[in-house]
C-alpha cells in the first residue's frame, strides 16, 4: 500500500516536506506522532493521528506512538489563547499508562518487524539539567527561527502573551524528532496541520546537529461541514474511555452526522477501500433515509474503539429508545451503563419497601413518582392503552407493581405514550 497516496484518496493529507512519499516508496521507514497526556483519555480529536498511524503501519513501516510525559508538564502554546495548567508528574504517569492501554486497541504492539512501539520523553528528558539543555539543544536554533513561527506570532500579538516555558515548546519537540532519528531511526514525524511548525524545527535540528535528513508530513484538521469544530458536542468531547462516554453515546455521535459529514468521515475514520465507501454513499444517495453512510461508520468507529458487543448494546439501545426494541438489553449493563442510556430522561427513586409489599400502578405512576402529574390523568390514559412498563402496555387501574416486576432486581422502565420515557430506580 501507498502510504502518502493512501492518506492523498481519503482527504486527509494536508503538507508534506519533498522526498517524504520517496522515501516512504523505497524503504520501510520508522515515524512518528505525539499525543499530549494533559487529560488521562484520548477523544476524538486524535483519531485522525491514530488512522494515520495505522495506515503507516498498515503500509509496512513501523509506527512509534510518543506519549509526551516531559512536554505534558508545559503544554503545547500552538495555536492555543491561553497557557495551560501545569501537571504533577504522579499525574501524567496516570495519564500515560491510561493512553498506552487505548492505542492499543488500534495499533498492533509487540516484538515483530513493523510492530508498533511506545515512548516517553520524559525517559530523555527526566535527567537532562537546564544547563545542558541551553548548551546542546538551544544553540542549533536562533530565536529568529522560533520567532518567525505563526504559532508564536499569533499568541504575541494576543492579549496574553507567550511565557518563557510555552516558547521553548518548540525545542523541546524538535529535540524529541532529534532523539527519535539518532536512537530509534525515526526518519519522519507526523502530526496534525497545525505542528507543522514544531515538526520542521525537529528536523532542521537534526539538520544542523548531524547534517542528518529527517522527513515531515501533516494531516488536515478536521473540522464539520458547517464549519464547526469536530468532536465537540453540547455536553462536551467526545471521549474514547467508556467511563467518559459511553458506547452508546458514542455510537450516537457518529450516527447524528450530517450526509456531507458522514461521507468525508467515512474515509478518514474507517479502513473501508474505496470502492466499498463508494458503493456506500452511491446507495445512500439512492436511499437517504436510510442513512446508510451514518450507520456504515458509526459501526466501524464503534467496534474499532470499544467492540463488537458494545455495537451490538448501542444498537439495542437506539432500537429501545427509538424504534420497539425490547428491554433485555439492560441485563447486561451495570447501574453507571444504565443511567448513561435514560441520560436526559426523567429518573425517579422509589424505596424498595413500597414494591415489597406491593404497589397500586396509580400510586406508583402519580403518587411515588412524577410520570403523571395526578391519578386521574395516570388513571385517563392507563383506561386509553397509553401506558407501558417494561415494554408491557397495561390497562387494568388495579395493577398491582411488586419486586417480580424489576429489571437486574433495580429498575422499571414507565412509558406514556410512544417517546415519553421514565426510569424508576428502587433503592
Known amino acids: 500500500m501507498n502510504f502518502v497516496e493512501e492518506l492523498r484518496w481519503r482527504g486527509m493529507l494536508q503538507d508534506i516536506m519533498p522526498g517524504t512519499e520517496e522515501l516512504l516508496n523505497k524503504e520501510k521507514v520508522s515515524g512518528y506522532i505525539g499525543f499530549d497526556p494533559t487529560g488521562d483519555s484520548l477523544h476524538v480529536g486524535h483519531l485522525t493521528q491514530i488512522m494515520t498511524l495505522i495506515h503507516f503501519q498498515n503500509a509496512g513501516h513501523k509506527p512509534v506512538a510518543l506519549v509526551g510525559g516531559a512536554t505534558g508538564m508545559i503544554g503545547d502554546p500552538s495555536f492555543k489563547s491561553a497557557e495551560r495548567n501545569l501537571l504533577d508528574e504522579a499525574t501524567l504517569q496516570h495519564n500515560v499508562a491510561c493512553l498506552k492501554k487505548q492505542l492499543s486497541k488500534f495499533l498492533n504492539f509487540g516484538e515483530g518487524e513493523n510492530d508498533a512501539k511506545m515512548v516517553n520523553n520524559y525517559e530523555w528528558f527526566k535527567d537532562f539539567t537546564f544547563l545542558d539543555f541551553i548548551r546542546d539543544v538551544g544553540k542549533l536554533i536562533t530565536v529568529n527561527y522560533m520567532m518567525a513561527k505563526d504559532s508564536v506570532k499569533k499568541r504575541l500579538e494576543g492579549d496574553s502573551g507567550l511565557s518563557f516555558t510555552e516558547f521553548t515548546y518548540q525545542l523541546i519537540q524538535g ?5 527519535l532519528w539518532k536512537h530509534h531511526n525515526c526518519k519522519i514525524q507526523m502530526g496534525g496541520s497545525d505542528q507543522w511548525g514544531n515538526i520542521v524545527t525537529g528536523s532542521e535540528m537534526i539538520r544542523r546537529q548531524d547534517q542528518g535528513t529527517a522527513f515531515a508530513l501533516t494531516t488536515q484538521l478536521i473540522k464539520k461541514a458547517d464549519g464547526q469544530k469536530f468532536g465537540k458536542t453540547e455536553s462536551g468531547a467526545v471521549w474514547l474511555d467508556p467511563k467518559k462516554t459511553s458506547p452508546y453515546k458514542y455510537y450516537q455521535f457518529w450516527l447524528n452526522t450530517t450526509d456531507d459529514d458522514a461521507k468525508n468521515w467515512i474515509r478518514i475514520f474507517t479502513l473501508k477501500p474505496q470502492e466499498e465507501i463508494d458503493n456506500i454513499i452511491a446507495e445512500h444517495d439512492a436511499t437517504p433515509h ?17 467492540s463488537e458487543k458494545d455495537y451490538e448494546m448501542a444498537i439495542k439501545t437506539s432500537e429501545f429508545l427509538f424504534g420497539n426494541g425490547s428491554l433485555d438489553f439492560l441485563a447486561d449493563m451495570d447501574h453507571v451503563s444504565v443511567l448513561e442510556v435514560f441520560d436526559g430522561i426523567a ?45 408491557e402496555k397495561l390497562t387494568d387501574i388495579e395493577q398491582v407493581i411488586d419486586n417480580s416486576f424489576l429489571i437486574n432486581d433495580k429498575y422499571l422502565v414507565a412509558q406514556k405514550g410512544k417517546k415519553n420515557y421514565f426510569l424508576l430506580i428502587v433503592e
Not at 359 to 366: F, K
Open 175 to 179: 529535540y524529541d524528532f532529534y532523539y
Open 290 to 306: 436510510l442513512r446508510l453512510v451514518q450507520k456504515a461508520l458509526a459501526k466501524d468507529i464503534t467496534i474499532r474503539t470499544h
Open 347 to 391: 429518573q425517579f427513586s422509589i424505596h424498595r419497601t413500597e414494591l415489597t409489599e406491593g404497589i397500586n400502578i396509580l400510586d406508583l405512576l402519580a403518587t411515588k413518582s412524577g410520570v403523571f402529574s395526578s391519578k386521574g390523568e395516570a388513571k385517563k390514559m392507563l383506561q386509553g392503552g397509553g401506558v407501558s412498563l417494561n415494554k
